[in-house]
């Protein structure tokens, strides 16, 4: 388990609530180069500690570390761990003094190092020092999961700790195939992965992957396991279904009762608001002039008829590459537009319009099926419906909606490779009430 600064670790942190699945991970994981193995929080908080048990008797020799996150009560965490067969075990940075005294104490007792992980590192400036004075084997640099949502990573902070410290740093949070040689290069002694290989669809490849880009010293590039900020969201969203959108904001719920004009449909851009009456025809065609290309035209003529969009309306959207409309009201033209492959989500589509008077606004909030509508909110719509993703807090709603959608791809491939269903995969049982 020695560690210097020349050879840099790679630990496969399986952060699963099912011991079955972290299982088959960690075996691939070893098969590809993974060096440690720790047994996630979210695996101890559901199996407790017979998975540290459990997989220490299936990997006799391995390095295996106990991310406990201890808060309190530092002695007896840390021998419970030491007893099912760590060899590290974790102890938070933002934890009280004592308690953090008293893992390294109790490490030294039980023949185990601690790891002092320092999640929400904005503060622990000088404070390092103080952690490897008391006696830590490690120190984590670690952007939680929840704050790389929002755009962070632990490079800068990294750079900072090492220093300032002689004992090993180890790093995670968002660690992947393209920014692992960052963590290197600021000097991580142990480099902690999770979703990148836990979520991968091969874990073996995905190890040796990042295991040969730490040893070259070189990105490899990758699309799934990393976040975006405002930049990337659209080439984002264009990977996502409204489903892992809605899964990744809590089952946020979407517009309601509107439908698309044909299938396999995928509507992304920037909301211009309309807010008009019905029939009338005016704000729809002044809002083509005003919306910029990719932008989304959200229409509410009150959800009833004549129709306020058409084949002339939609021929004008296309000139100025708006990406398309969604209507709380009626349009016509139906057949005319499905040949031009623009995409209209709409209530109603009948013959009749109405006629240009004038009235309403455009980009003001709107409602439409009780879903708000600001101006400038990002509007995804596919064959499942359409979801409002409000701009300001786009990078973490599309995030999180990646989230989901590699969890589902490494579950997709459970069940396609073991011949299991998702039942069996996720131990559906298991998670119903008690
Ligand atoms: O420790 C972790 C997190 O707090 C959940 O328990 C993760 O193992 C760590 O963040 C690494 O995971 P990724 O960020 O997915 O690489």
Redesign the pocket.
């Known amino acids: 388990m020695s560690v210097n600064r020349m050879t840099v670790i790679l630990q496969v942190?399986l952060?699963f609530v099912d011991l079955h699945r972290a299982v088959k991970v960690a075996e691939a994981a070893i098969e590809g180069g993974a060096d440690w193995l720790?047994i996630?929080?979210?695996l101890i908080k559901s199996e407790g500690m017979n998975a540290v048990r459990h997989l220490r008797k299936l990997f006799p020799g391995r390095t295996l570390i106990a991310?406990m996150k201890t808060m309190d009560a530092g002695r007896a965490e840390m021998e419970i761990a030491a007893k099912a067969g760590a060899n590290i075990a974790v102890v938070m940075g933002n934890a009280p003094v004592s308690t953090i005294r008293e893992c390294i104490q109790a490490g030294k007792n039980y023949g185990i190092k601690i790891c002092v992980d320092c999640?929400d590192s904005s503060n622990i400036g000088d404070y390092v020092a103080d952690i490897e004075k008391w006696g830590a084997d490690f120190i984590a640099v670690?952007t939680?999961?929840d704050d790389?949502m929002y755009g962070k990573t632990p490079f800068d902070t990294l750079r900072h700790v090492c220093s300032k410290v002689k004992i090993p740093v180890a790093v995670?949070?968002?660690?992947n195939s393209e920014n692992v040689v960052d963590a290197v290069n600021a000097g991580a002694s142990v480099v902690?992965?999770?979703?990148?290989i836990s979520k991968s669809k091969d874990v073996k490849i995905a190890t040796e992957t990042i295991k040969n880009a730490m040893r070259e010293n070189r990105r490899v590039s990758t699309t799934l396991f990393k976040r975006v900020t405002s930049e990337g969201i659209r080439e984002t969203l264009n990977r996502l279904s409204t489903a892992n959108i809605s899964d990744g904001s809590h089952r946020a719920e979407g517009i309601t009762g509107l439908y698309p004009i044909y299938s396999d449909i995928k509507l992304i851009g920037n909301a211009i608001t309309v807010r008009t009456y019905p029939g009338d025809w005016a704000k729809p065609v002044e809002a083509i002039d005003i919306a910029k290309e990719g932008d989304v035209i959200v229409i509410d003529a009150g959800g009833v008829g004549p129709a306020v969009w058409g084949e002339l309306a939609t021929h004008s959207a296309l000139q100025k590459k708006i990406s398309g409309v969604v209507i709380n009201g009626a349009m016509r033209d139906l057949a005319e537009v499905r040949k031009l492959n623009f995409p209209i989500f709409t209530k109603i589509a009948m013959p009749t319009a109405g006629e240009p008077k004038g009235f309403g606004e455009i980009n003001i909030p709107i409602s439409i099926s009780g879903i708000h509508i600001n101006p400038g909110d990002w509007i995804v719509g596919d064959d499942d419906g359409l979801m409002v993703i409000p701009a300001l807090e786009a990078n973490a709603w599309v995030n999180y909606g990646m989230d989901c959608l590699e969890k589902e791809n490494r579950i997709r491939e459970e069940i396609l490779s073991e011949k299991s269903s998702l039942g069996k995969v996720i131990d559906v049982l298991k998670w119903e009430r008690q």
């Open positions: 942190a952060d720790e996630g929080t979210p991310d999640i670690h939680a999961i790389q995670a949070g968002g660690i902690i992965v999770g979703g990148y």
